[in-house]
């Protein structure tokens, strides 16, 4: 019988350790099946962060780096420039790359340095246990906002694509998310896109991904996929902030 859906050659074939219903493991496929059609294997290199996602290095079957909490860009930076040929990501939650990590992630864009970010947006800091992230929406109720967040406490969370748009550094810029098999595909294609583009020299580009955390939301899988598609979308809408002024839109 031929064989119609198998892994990626770039992902190891070894269990993940997210909580049940968290995206982390679609966004990691979707990465290691994009290096495998760009025949770009041997070319890779990522950039661990520190957060869930801190063992991705045991996961993608390609060189990785391991960087300090928030420094991923930096690291990425370093990396580029000695090695330009190469095609270097970096792969960072909303705490490391929007929180300790701002300043090297508006940094890099700006200057224009010629890596990827793979940015996950779950709208909380999970591995430490659920409290307010950068991201949480307004409402949004954590270990350090029982009540929900208060734009006149906590200020308004912060958006990302939007907040790079116009630095003149920034090449493509893309939201997804992960809540259905369609919307999956689009970040298939986002990915390739940013990968693509850096490839080509044109600049910084980044991908946020809309991100399930059922564990500190609360949910089941499937509610945590709902309330994605409810109350995230709404106030990070979907699509390309940025593209080459040659590229078609998606």
């Not at 290095?57 to 420094?71: E, W």
């Not at 370093?78 to 701002?102: C, E, M, N, S």
């Not at 929900?148 to 790079?164: A, F, Q, S, T, Y």
Request: hydrophobic share 40%.
């Amino acid at each position: 019988m031929k064989k119609i859906f198998t892994r990626p050659e770039s992902l190891n074939d070894i269990p993940f350790h997210y909580c049940p219903g968290c995206t982390h493991g679609i966004a990691h496929r979707l990465v290691a099946e994009v290096i495998d059609e760009m025949d770009i294997y041997e070319r890779a290199l990522g950039i661990a962060p520190v957060g869930c996602s801190v063992f991705i290095f045991n996961y993608l079957n390609i060189d990785m780096y391991q960087a300090a909490h928030g420094r991923a860009p930096a690291v990425g930076t370093g990396v580029k420039r000695v090695l330009p040929d190469r095609l270097v990501f970096t792969y960072q939650g909303d705490g490391d790359a929007a929180a300790i990590g701002t300043g090297e992630l508006v940094h890099a864009a700006a200057r224009g340095e010629k890596i990827t970010v793979i940015f996950i947006n779950n709208a909380i800091y999970a591995m430490t246990g659920g409290q307010m992230a950068p991201t949480t929406l307004l409402g949004q109720k954590t270990t350090t906002t029982p009540y929900g967040r208060d734009k006149d406490v906590n200020g308004l969370p912060v958006k990302v694509c939007e907040m790079l748009a116009p630095l003149d550094g920034t090449a493509y810029l893309a939201r997804v998310s992960l809540h259905n098999p369609k919307h999956i595909a689009m970040a298939k294609k986002a990915i390739r896109k940013a990968f693509d583009v850096q490839m080509r020299g044109d600049g910084f580009t980044l991908v946020e991904i809309l991100s399930a955390c059922p564990t500190n939301w609360g949910l089941s899988p499937l509610e945590a996929l709902k309330w994605l598609e409810e109350n995230m979308i709404s106030y990070y809408p979907l699509g390309e902030y940025k593209t080459p002024a040659e590229e078609v839109q998606l």
